[in-house]
């Protein structure tokens, strides 16, 4: 019986987990509505997210990124969001996930406006340290639909 138990336990290589954290920085384009106070579509991006990273077979791993951000800096609005993103890493450099993002909102009705949001990363490997170049899409919900690219940092 332990001779069956060891085999198998000896066949599977055990998962190794991996935490990253990353800062990004970035620009949105967002259809315009009339519950929120934008002056234009165009707005700035400060996000931060942490990847846990999970061993997988091959060159497929799956992670998870929850992730905080701040949208509008640049038209002195703080519109804070946050978001958990489900998906899988291609090798070393690509993901794709997709999960739910809820951001606020000044609208006494819906002050927490939630939606999905697509996301794929190009993740460029440079003397060491990983910068991800983020392309995220918000399909449309209630009349907004947003477009986002982001560049960051990865640390441990």
Same mark, same amino acid.
């Given at each position: 019986?332990?001779?069956?138990?060891?085999?198998?336990?000896?066949a599977h290589?055990l998962s190794?987990?991996?935490?990253?954290?990353?800062?990004?920085? @970035?620009?949105?384009?967002r259809?315009?509505? /009339?519950e929120?106070?934008?002056l234009?579509?165009?707005? =700035?991006? +400060? #996000?931060? %997210?942490g990847?846990?990273?999970?061993?997988?077979? @091959?060159g497929?791993?799956?992670f998870?990124? /929850?992730?905080?951000g701040?949208v509008g800096?640049?038209? =002195?609005i +703080? #519109?804070? %969001?946050?978001?958990m993103?489900l998906?899988f890493?291609?090798g070393?450099?690509?993901?794709?996930?997709?999960?739910?993002t809820v951001?606020?909102?000044?609208?006494?009705?819906?002050?927490?406006?939630?939606?999905i949001?697509?996301?794929g990363?190009?993740?460029?490997?440079?003397?060491g340290?990983?910068?991800?170049?983020?392309?995220?899409?918000?399909?449309?919900?209630?009349?907004?639909?947003?477009?986002?690219l982001t560049?960051?940092?990865?640390?441990?």
């Amino acid at each position: 019986m332990w001779l069956f138990i060891t085999s198998i336990l000896s066949a599977h290589t055990l998962s190794q987990n991996k935490w990253n954290h990353n800062i990004s920085l @970035g620009y949105q384009y967002r259809t315009l509505v /009339p519950e929120e106070s934008f002056l234009s579509s165009h707005c =700035s991006v +400060l #996000q931060y %997210s942490g990847v846990f990273t999970l061993s997988g077979t @091959g060159g497929v791993h799956a992670f998870v990124e /929850p992730s905080m951000g701040i949208v509008g800096l640049n038209q =002195s609005i +703080l #519109q804070p %969001s946050v978001s958990m993103i489900l998906g899988f890493q291609l090798g070393n450099s690509f993901t794709i996930g997709s999960g739910p993002t809820v951001s606020t909102r000044d609208d006494q009705e819906n002050t927490f406006f939630p939606q999905i949001l697509i996301e794929g990363s190009l993740l460029l490997h440079v003397d060491g340290s990983t910068i991800p170049i983020k392309f995220g899409y918000v399909p449309m919900s209630y009349g907004l639909t947003q477009y986002q690219l982001t560049i960051g940092y990865t640390w441990n």
